[in-house]
C-alpha cells in the first residue's frame, strides 16, 4: 500500500480516499498551516508521496523537508500557475490563445495606467495577479472608476504586508461560457461548466467561481477544447492541472490555470479518471 500526504481536507480529500484505497493508494492528512510546529520533532507519519504541494510556501517548505517525498505538483509547479501573468505570458508565446491582458506592476503612475485602461474597450476586467476562488476580482466600466480600483490597491498595499503588488488588466468577454477542464499527466480527464442562475445574473453577478455561489455542472467537451487544455498544460509542465477556458461564439483562451484544483464529484468526469490518477501518483512516488 501506498502512502499519499494530501495537504487539504476540503472536498478533495474526502472525495480521493475511497476510490484511491481501493487502489492501493492510502489518503492521509498533512496540515502544516494555521497551528504550530516544532522545527525539531516532526508530527508527520511517513509517508511516500505528496498530493499537492501546500499553498503557504513558508508553511509548505518546512512540511516539504519534514516529509522529503516527491509531490504530484510540486513548488515550482504551484508557483508557476499562481502567477497568472507569468502563465499567460508561457502560453501566449506558445501560440495558445489567452485574453488580451496588461500587467501592471503597482504603484505605477498615472500615465501608466491610464494607457492599460486604453488598450480596451471597457469594460475591462481588473485582478489581482496571485489570487485564487475569485477574490478581488472586479470591472471598470471608465477610466475613473478604473483608476479609483487602482488608488484603492495602493492603500490595500501600503497598510497590509503582501507579497504581491502587481495586478492584471484584462479584456471582458460577458457572453463567454466558462469551463473547467482537468488534465491529469497531459491528458483530458473530464470537465465542468460553472454557471450562475438566472436570478444571480439579472442581479447583476458575472463571476463563474464555484466558490461564489456558481454551479459546476458535468460536461462534454469538443475535442477542439480538450486539445487547448492539454496544450496549455504541456507548455506549463505541470502533471495535475485546472485549466480554465472562456470560450464565445467566435474563439477560446485560456483563462487562468489552477495547480490544486478541487477534485469534483467522479460522475462530472471521464471514465477512468481515477486510474488515471493513481498512475500518477505512483509514477511520482517512484522519482
Known amino acids: 500500500m501506498l502512502n499519499l500526504a494530501v495537504t ?20 492521509g492528512h498533512v496540515d502544516g498551516s494555521e497551528r504550530s510546529l516544532s522545527l525539531t520533532d516532526s508530527p508527520f507519519a511517513a509517508y511516500d508521496v505528496g498530493f499537492v504541494y501546500p499553498s ?72 489581482p495577479n496571485s489570487t485564487t476562488r475569485g477574490v478581488g476580482v472586479t470591472t471598470a466600466h471608465d477610466l475613473d472608476s478604473f483608476l479609483g480600483i487602482a488608488d484603492y490597491l495602493d492603500l490595500v498595499h501600503d497598510y497590509r504586508a503582501t507579497g504581491d503588488q502587481s495586478f492584471l488588466v484584462q479584456e471582458y468577454l460577458p457572453d463567454a461560457r466558462d469551463y473547467r477542464a482537468m488534465i491529469v499527466d497531459g491528458e483530458y480527464v473530464g470537465a465542468v461548466e460553472r454557471c450562475l442562475s438566472a436570478d444571480a445574473r439579472a442581479g447583476g453577478r458575472w463571476k463563474h467561481n464555484v466558490h461564489r455561489g456558481a454551479d459546476a455542472q458535468g460536461i ?68
Open 8 to 27: 487539504t481536507r476540503e472536498e478533495t480529500f474526502e472525495r480521493m480516499r475511497e476510490p484511491l484505497s481501493a487502489r492501493n493508494i492510502a489518503v
Open 56 to 127: 503557504r510556501i513558508m508553511e509548505g517548505a518546512v512540511a516539504d523537508a519534514m516529509l522529503g517525498v516527491p509531490w504530484v505538483n510540486d513548488r515550482e509547479a504551484i508557483l508557476r500557475s499562481r502567477n497568472k501573468a507569468d502563465v499567460l505570458t508561457r502560453l501566449g508565446r506558445a501560440d495558445v490563445p489567452v485574453p488580451e491582458t496588461v500587467l501592471v506592476s503597482n504603484p505605477a503612475d498615472e500615465a501608466s495606467l491610464v494607457a492599460a485602461f486604453e488598450r480596451f474597450d471597457p469594460p475591462v476586467v481588473v485582478k
Open 220 to 287: 462534454t467537451l469538443p475535442d477542439s477544447l480538450r486539445d487547448l487544455a492539454e496544450r496549455a498544460a504541456d507548455v506549463l509542465d505541470i502533471s495535475y492541472l485546472g485549466v480554465d477556458l472562456l470560450v464565445t461564439d467566435d474563439r477560446a483562451v485560456v483563462n487562468e490555470t489552477n495547480a490544486r484544483p478541487t477534485i469534483d464529484d467522479a460522475t462530472k468526469y471521464e471514465e477512468g479518471f481515477w486510474n488515471r490518477l493513481a498512475a500518477l501518483v505512483r509514477a511520482t512516488a517512484r522519482q
